[in-house]
């Protein structure tokens, strides 16, 4: 089972910038995807984009393209979210996830504020 921690949370103005992190240890990572999540409540859970591991193809959430850029450190187990122009509709509990063929595992979220 993969056991994942996200880190990088926090309170920021419109406009700003926060990044995300999160590691993953358990279980080697060969074809494995790794996504973000966000949910407010209330809200059904959104996607928020993707990478495969260990070829990096990448996907985005309609709402983020452009902004956010997912990446990942192979040697270190972790991939990060970095958020760039932060709206106040971004505020949200952001979620780490892995999997194979669907995303199984879940960190416990990471809440990201962003104010007008």
């Known amino acids: 089972q993969v056991q994942l921690k996200e880190s990088g949370g926090g309170l920021v103005q419109a406009g700003g910038s926060l990044r995300l992190s999160c590691a993953a240890s358990?279980?080697?990572?060969?074809?494995?995807?790794m996504g973000w999540f966000r949910q407010v409540p209330g809200k059904e859970r959104e996607f928020v984009a993707s990478?495969?591991?260990?070829?990096?193809?990448?996907y985005y959430g309609d709402s983020v393209k452009g902004r956010f850029t997912i990446s990942r450190d192979n040697a270190r187990n972790t991939v990060s979210l970095q958020m760039n122009s932060l709206k106040s509709e971004d505020t949200a509990v952001y979620y780490c996830?892995?999997?194979?063929?669907?995303?199984?595992?879940w960190g416990q979220g990471t809440q990201v504020i962003v104010s007008s």
């Open positions: 358990g279980r080697t990572f060969s074809n494995y995807v």
């Open positions: 996830a892995a999997g194979v063929n669907t995303f199984d595992s």
């Open positions: 990478i495969k591991w260990p070829h990096g193809s990448t």
